[in-house]
T-cell receptor, first 113, second 112 residues
Framework: DADVTQTPRNRITKTGKRIMLECSQT?????MYWYRQDPGLGLRLIYY???????NKGEISDGYSVSRQAQAKFSLSLESAIPNQTALYFC????????????FGSGTRLTVV | GESVGLHLPTLSVQEGDNSIINCAYS??????FIWYKQESGKGPQFIID?????DKRQGQRVTVLLNKTVKHLSLQIAATQPGDSAVYFC???????????FGTGTRLQVTL
């Protein structure tokens, strides 16, 4: 099993729908992140959580919300999807004193039509 | 195919040659830097990291160089192989690897 698992891998949804992307990890890490990847823009931070009771906005949090259900689970929701939220979404984890950066999931390709 | 690299700068290198991928970082307070490799359809994977108290670090076939004076980071890949074809990202952060900021990436194409 992968260290960081994202579901679904691919999703097509309609404008205005609510959608949830899920992430679970087996690394035992406290820190979890959601990033969005667009062509030419690299990875941009949406939300991050340093422990179960901690949620922080990243640079592009508008239109998104998150829930940290447990140490191992961090989900991202699009409250009312719009076409410019079409992107690749990555979940990542890190330890408090990790010397190895983040461990990423395989990503969710979301298309909003 | 993977659309994330559609507008990325591309470096083409012949198999067996050395590759050098460059990155300019933005925050002079950053003290931790990482290179990631992203293959088509996969998430970024850690390659090598370096802290600001170092200017060079070597791994297996890879070397990272850090020039804090000009805020420049480079990744050198020795004897480039077809399996090295991917998009490479640099990332910078403060202290531990929390809240990394990523560069836009460079696509490495290895020709036979």
């Amino acid at each position: 099993d992968a260290d960081v698992t994202q579901t679904p891998r691919n999703r097509i949804t309609k404008t205005g729908k609510r959608i949830m992307l899920e992430c679970s990890q087996t690394k035992g890490h406290d820190r979890m992140y959601w990033y969005r990847q667009d062509p030419g823009l690299g990875l941009r931070l949406i939300y991050y959580s340093f422990d179960v009771k901690d949620i922080n906005k990243g640079e592009i949090s508008d239109g998104y919300s998150v829930s940290r259900q447990a140490q191992a689970k961090f989900s991202l929701s699009l409250e009312s999807a719009i076409p410019n939220q079409t992107a690749l979404y990555f979940c990542a984890t890190s330890g408090i004193d990790s010397d190895y950066g983040y461990t990423f999931g395989s990503g969710t390709r979301l298309t909003v039509v | 195919g993977e659309s994330v690299g559609l507008h990325l700068p591309t470096l083409s290198v012949q198999e067996g040659d050395n590759s050098i991928i460059n990155c300019a970082y933005s925050n002079s307070a950053s003290d931790y830097f990482i290179w990631y490799k992203q293959e088509s359809g996969k998430g970024p994977q850690f390659i090598i990291d370096i802290r600001s108290n170092m200017d060079k670090r070597q791994g297996q076939r890879v070397t990272v160089l850090l020039n804090k004076t000009v805020k420049h980071l480079s990744l050198q890949i020795a004897a480039t192989q077809p399996g090295d074809s991917a998009v490479y990202f640099c990332a910078e952060g403060g202290g531990t690897a929390s809240k990394l900021t990523f560069g836009t990436g460079t696509r490495l194409q290895v020709t036979l």
